[in-house]
């Protein structure tokens, strides 16, 4: 690595200002600070200084989503092994998600860095950081059988519209990695529900016997076939259809335990979100008038994506709510509503991704009122010891 460093200081005077390369500064800056915690201090005013910064901090939630990279691409297998009849070895059925999964992850950073270093040079800014955990985000969220090209499509729409066009990184009101599952949803519906999207192979026949269905347990629950869902231990573990990454609750589990551990992910809203869900779950038993609503609370958390959603999606810092309270609120109405529309929306079984993209938006009005709020109680107080 001190060579690599050495190396870097000697070719670093060409990518300053009056250097031949220029304007390549902010590509080299980013490469720079990817391998070496930067050497640049802050000039005036009062600042807290940590031992982390935002590419360490995109680093750990990256590997907090190893599990559930590693899990899907090995559920990807399983389920077109179960689909087409035949058996394989573990390393069969994971090298086979692998070579599914592995393109739409290349597709996803390839395209999304690829306009974050052209905005970036554009601008003469830093390269921020943000879409290291976008890029992985985004193909976790999609079901296994997306055409490459609108993966493509969907990650410049997230990365220009969804936060480009707000100013980049830190300034963006929405989660990019659901605007780009909202925008596949909304313009190409075909290709983001049913039952033939959810398992490699399912679209254009690959042998799929006639026996197999490729229905997730929301859709069942969704039709009324309650009876059809998976055991408890299924839809933990995550051997069931669905998108790339959210299917496997445990997986799912062991990042939150690696962010809450490290400080990254909020606790607040984790919890609250799953406390909201489960809140929503016990209303809807107790005026159950369909199959659907009949479902234990507490089993609402395993299907879909609820898990993946509050662990990884609401916890954005930058589209999240910032304060204590704002946070306990604004995470458990993503939970109250996820269950909400997902169980009276019959068009729409899944309803974590627009709970968290509204509460995006109503974000900075929750802290506005909770900053309002305590404003208001401490001039309460100063007033009343006057």
């Given at each position: 690595?001190?060579?690599?460093?050495?190396?870097?200081?000697?070719?670093?005077?060409?990518?300053?200002k009056g250097g031949k390369f220029e304007k390549f500064e902010s590509t080299f800056e980013a490469?720079?600070?990817?391998?070496?915690?930067?050497d640049t201090v802050t000039k005036k005013g009062t600042h807290v200084r940590d031992s982390i910064d935002m590419k360490r901090t995109m680093a750990i939630v990256v590997f907090a989503l190893v599990p559930t990279v590693l899990f899907g691409m090995w559920n990807v297998g399983l389920q077109h092994f179960n689909a087409t009849g035949q058996e394989g070895t573990?390393?069969?059925?994971?090298?086979?998600?692998?070579?599914r999964v592995f393109p739409i992850i290349v597709v996803s950073y390839a395209v999304g860095l690829g306009i974050?270093?052209?905005?970036?040079?554009?601008?003469?800014?830093?390269?921020?950081?943000?879409?290291?955990?976008?890029?992985?985000?985004?193909?976790?969220?999609?079901?296994?059988?997306?055409?490459?090209?609108?993966?493509?499509?969907?990650?410049?729409?997230?990365v220009v519209i969804g936060?480009?066009?707000?100013?980049?990184?830190?300034?963006?009101?929405?989660?990019?990695?659901?605007?780009?599952?909202?925008?596949?949803?909304?313009?190409?519906?075909?290709?983001?529900?049913?039952?033939?999207?959810?398992?490699?192979?399912?679209?254009?026949?690959?042998?799929?016997i006639d026996s197999y269905s490729g229905a997730t347990p929301l859709a069942e629950a969704a039709a009324g076939n309650i009876d059809k869902l998976p055991s408890i231990q299924e839809m933990f573990i995550g051997t069931i259809p669905g998108s790339i990454g959210e299917t496997s609750t445990i997986a799912i589990l062991i990042g939150a335990a690696i962010l809450l551990f490290t400080g990254i992910g909020s606790?607040?809203?984790?919890?609250?979100?799953?406390?909201?869900?489960?809140?929503?779950?016990?209303?809807?038993?107790?005026?159950?008038?369909n199959p659907f609503m009949e479902i234990p609370a507490w089993e609402h958390l395993?299907?879909?994506?609820?898990?993946?959603?509050?662990?990884?999606?609401?916890?954005?810092?930058?589209?999240?709510?910032?304060?204590?309270?704002?946070?306990?609120?604004?995470?458990?109405?993503?939970?109250?509503?996820?269950?909400?529309?997902?169980?009276?929306?019959?068009?729409?079984?899944?309803?974590?991704?627009?709970?968290?993209?509204?509460?995006?938006v109503f974000a900075p009005l929750i802290d506005h009122y909770v900053i309002e709020a305590n404003i208001k109680k401490r001039l309460k107080r100063a007033k009343v010891k006057a």
């Open positions: 690595m001190k060579s690599l460093r050495n190396y870097l200081d000697k070719i670093k005077p060409h990518f300053e490469f720079e600070t990817f391998m070496f915690v930067p573990l390393f069969e059925l994971f090298w086979f998600g692998f070579l974050e270093f052209a905005f970036a040079q554009y601008r003469g800014h830093e390269v921020n950081e943000g879409f290291l955990v976008s890029g992985i985000l985004i193909p976790l969220v999609l079901p296994v059988d997306v055409p490459l090209w609108m993966v493509a499509v969907a990650t410049a729409f997230a936060k480009e066009v707000f100013g980049g990184t830190g300034m963006n009101i929405l989660n990019p990695a659901l605007t780009a599952r909202a925008f596949l949803f909304f313009a190409y519906p075909s290709y983001m529900s049913g039952n033939e999207v959810w398992t490699h192979g399912m679209m254009n026949g690959e042998g799929i606790a607040r809203i984790m919890i609250s979100t799953f406390i909201g869900g489960l809140v929503m779950g016990l209303l809807l038993n107790i005026f159950a008038v395993l299907l879909g994506g609820f898990a993946f959603g509050a662990v990884f999606m609401a916890t954005d810092p930058v589209s999240a709510a910032q304060t204590p309270k704002g946070k306990i609120i604004y995470g458990f109405l993503i939970g109250f509503l996820a269950i909400l529309i997902r169980v009276i929306n019959p068009a729409y079984p899944e309803g974590v991704m627009l709970a968290i993209l509204l509460m995006n």
